[in-house]
């Protein structure tokens, strides 16, 4: 009974706002190096064998969009719930290195033969991702509602990836990740918007091996209240 005239309190007092939000963003996808090391046959009774990998992954980052048709909740006067769904476009350069060796290391004091590296694989593609997300988020309002800042979380799912081929471009499809944004009404009914964006998951599968990076960018741009 209690509960039910909190909640029905709450929606009294509530009010919606729509919008629409329209950003550049700018991707910051980190550098990735794993180096695997695992045991292999060998026919020498006096060493073990060994084969190291290196997998490497650089990035030029580029320009990319988004919008967002989102709705404000106020349950508070200083607080709202904020949601909708929003797609993007993140583009970036991606250069992958997949390098082996391999060596003995003796079973017994003594010297051991050392081998050449194995062939370098290189592998350089640009990129470019549509992801569709439901962001979700709670902001809090200041400087007599002129500014907001806002934290939530961004699970979407990655549409249509272009660039690569093969397992190069076998990204991982659900992803999800954080949000830190701040908003300054810069007229009545608009306002600048900066956001940093960072994922958890990783931008690919972990057993392609194709990089251990994880997709962030920061985005600026106007968002329109109705």
Do not use: C
Not at 78 to 90: Q, Y
Not at 127 to 155: K, M
Request: no cysteine; aromatic share 16%.
């Amino acid at each position: 009974m209690i509960f039910s005239f909190l909640m029905v309190s709450l929606l009294a007092n509530a009010q919606f706002n729509f919008f629409v939000e329209g950003t550049g963003n700018f991707s910051l996808i980190s550098k990735s190096k794993v180096v695997n090391t695992y045991a292999i046959p060998h026919n020498h009774l006096n060493f073990k064998s060994y084969r190291e990998t290196t997998y490497k992954a650089d990035y030029v980052n580029k320009l990319g969009a988004d919008i967002t048709l989102g709705l404000n909740y106020f349950f508070q006067d200083n607080f709202s719930f904020d949601t909708g769904i929003n797609f993007k476009n993140v583009n970036f350069n991606q250069k992958t290195s997949n390098s082996s060796k391999e060596f003995y290391l003796p079973i017994e004091n003594g010297s051991y033969p050392t081998l050449p590296h194995l062939p370098t694989s290189e592998l350089k593609d640009d990129y470019s991702l549509f992801l569709l997300s439901v962001p979700v988020s709670v902001s809090y309002y200041l400087l007599e509602n002129t500014l907001s800042a806002s934290l939530g979380a961004t699970p979407g799912y990655l549409v249509y990836s272009k660039g690569g081929s093969g397992e190069s471009a076998d990204f991982n499809k659900f992803q999800m990740g954080i949000e830190l944004q701040l908003r300054y009404q810069i007229a009545p009914k608009i306002w600048l918007t900066g956001v940093f964006q960072e994922y958890s998951t990783k931008l690919y599968k972990p057993e392609l091996k194709q990089s251990f990076s994880n997709l962030r960018m920061l985005k600026l741009g106007l968002k329109y209240d109705f």
